[in-house]
């Protein structure tokens, strides 16, 4: 996967995002370890981003547009890993 067509700005949105957490439709939560490379983090029709509070479901449908996102399956999109990220 080429990802050279991401900026520095696409990134730290990512970045921000391996923060959040997902409440899923059996409302559990799951939340990713904040730096960790971002693989598995969706934003997916009626899941709420919650953990930071200034994100809502309007943030989600923006990223979706975001050609720092591709997507997953119906009506999912899922990040892609961050090329920056440093262990």
Known sequence: MDLSHLTDEDML??????????????????????????????????????????????VCQLLSQSKSFQACGIGAWKLVPNVNYKK
């Not at 949105?13 to 490379?37: F, S, V």
């Open 13 to 58: 949105i990512i970045d921000m995002y391996t923060a959040c957490e997902m409440k899923g439709p059996d409302n559990t939560y799951t939340e990713p370890n904040i730096m960790r490379l971002v693989d598995e983090l969706y934003c997916c029709p009626g899941y709420t981003l919650s953990k930071m509070k200034e994100f809502d479901k309007s």
